[in-house]
């Protein structure tokens, strides 16, 4: 399995399985890879010939500079998880990917979704993933490209960019891979201590609970936003937000609703984790 960092190299490797008429499959990733990543991997490979995957932990998307320093790099680790999977990796160097410096390159930004929400509360983090993705998909020019459920606005930002920029690429989204107590797998797992660990999987717990009473036909959405917020900081949580909203749209529930997300984000020491539910109506 090549590792890939340069341009040239990497167009001139997929111009090659272009030429014998090769399907191409993308799993974009930040490394530090985990069961999650390769399931996405797995799903690249049942809809292509061949996978490229990129591991880039891309400054453009991190609004604090200590969280990207501290970001865990593990290459080594991850092309021994991606052999037998992946038939190229791609690893630029942020000098690659932005030659201009980051202030001066060309963005993509995806309106609205990219400001609401996680957006809101992350300022720029979606138009760097926004941009950053594009730059990818330019450079590999994919058939079909794989994300995880488990970022769910994000996987709803790309889809859009890529309906919008009329690019031909088949996007699929990949069911949240999860451990036995149903904490959502995640690289940010990796900074919880194991007592942290041991209280992970209460904020999944929480969201199921909240989906139940939605299913049960409970609608008084601030009223389970505020039960779960206080479960989550009575067991050591630190709650960032829950949002119950229209899974399509991501705005507020209307009366043409036919399903809701429940967008979880709260802290438990230095992870912030992230979870999401679509519940029916
Ligand atoms: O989900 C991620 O790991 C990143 O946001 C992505 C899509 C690889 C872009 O940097």
Known sequence: MP????ITALRATIQDWRRQGLRIGFVPTMGNLHAGHLQLVKTARQHSDKVVVSIFVNPLQF????????????????CQHLSGLADAVFTPTPELMYPNGQQQQTR????GISQVLEGALRPGHFDGVSTVVCKLFNLVQPDVACFGEKDYQQLALIRKMVSDLNMPIELIGVPTVRAENGLALSS??????QS????AP???ATMHAIAERISAGEREFAALVQDASARLNDQGFVTDAI????ASTLLPMTEHSQAVVILMAAFLGKARLIDNQVVSL
């Open 108 to 111: 993509v930004i995806v309106p």
């Open 188 to 193: 940010r797992n990796g900074y919880l201590t």
């Open 202 to 204: 209460a904020l999944a």
């Open 3 to 6: 590792l890939i960092s340069e």
């Open 196 to 199: 942290e660990l041991a209280q």
């Open 63 to 78: 609004d604090r500079a200590s969280d990207l320093s501290a970001y865990p790099r593990t290459l080594e680790q991850d």
């Open 243 to 246: 949002d119950i909203v229209d």
